[in-house]
């Protein structure tokens, strides 16, 4: 079994903790927005460590959208390379924890209708996008 290793970010790891340890009851909102967020557990790219990574909640029928915003930081979160070396995850929704298959969206259609959906379930979204000059990346996770 590969190590787990917790996020060095201390308010990040601390959201992971109480999600997982409540098993999916608490934890389960970013902060003050009370906006819902889940956990995508993915496989680092060097390392080969499990790693747990909290993210707004962007429901699509089935699928969920996972948005690499990182606050409109002028570069990729980390997860991002983790997702395209090894797109199996497991993902977390509240108490529901299911096996999925994660693909980064390219078609410019599909990624405009997604988008559109991740700042109506997430407003900051748009204002990141403005922050960065960065593409933020976009990723589908679908049911395995
Ligand atoms: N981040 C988002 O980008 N989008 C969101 O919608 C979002 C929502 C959210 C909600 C709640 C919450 O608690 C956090 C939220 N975050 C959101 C923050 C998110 O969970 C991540 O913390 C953030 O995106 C930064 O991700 P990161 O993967 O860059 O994390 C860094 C701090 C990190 O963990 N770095 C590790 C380290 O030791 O420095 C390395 C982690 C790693 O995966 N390493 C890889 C490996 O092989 O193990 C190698 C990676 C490489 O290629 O270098």
């Known amino acids: 079994m590969p190590e787990y ?19 999916g009851t608490e934890g389960t909102t970013l902060r003050e927005t009370g906006l819902p967020v889940i956990i995508v557990t993915n496989t680092g ?7 747990k990574t909290p ?3 962007v429901k699509d029928g089935d699928s969920y959208v996972l948005v690499g915003s990182q606050g409109g930081a ?3 979160p980390v997860w991002v390379y983790n997702l395209r070396t090894n797109p199996a995850v497991e993902l977390r929704d509240g108490t529901e924890v299911r096996p999925m298959r994660v ?3 390219t078609d ?14 997430f407003p ?5 996008q403005t922050r960065t000059t960065r593409r933020i990346p976009v990723f589908v996770a679908e049911p395995a």
């Not at 290793?5 to 098993?23: A, F, K, T």
């Not at 790219?45 to 790693?51: C, M, S």
């Not at 410019?108 to 379930?121: F, G, H, N, P, Q």
């Not at 900051?124 to 990141?128: K, N, R, S, T, V």
Request: aromatic fraction near 10%; charged fraction near 30%; avoid cysteine.
């Open 55 to 57: 993210l707004m909640r």
């Open 5 to 23: 290793i917790p996020s060095p970010v201390e308010w990040v790891r601390n959201q992971v903790e109480l999600y997982e340890r409540s098993g």
């Open 108 to 121: 410019e259609t599909e990624r405009a209708r997604l988008w559109e959906l991740s700042v109506a379930a």
């Open 45 to 51: 790219n060097k390392t080969g460590a499990i790693r």
């Open 124 to 128: 900051p979204y748009a204002d990141y």
């Open 103 to 105: 693909r980064e969206v």
């Open 74 to 76: 002028p570069k990729n």
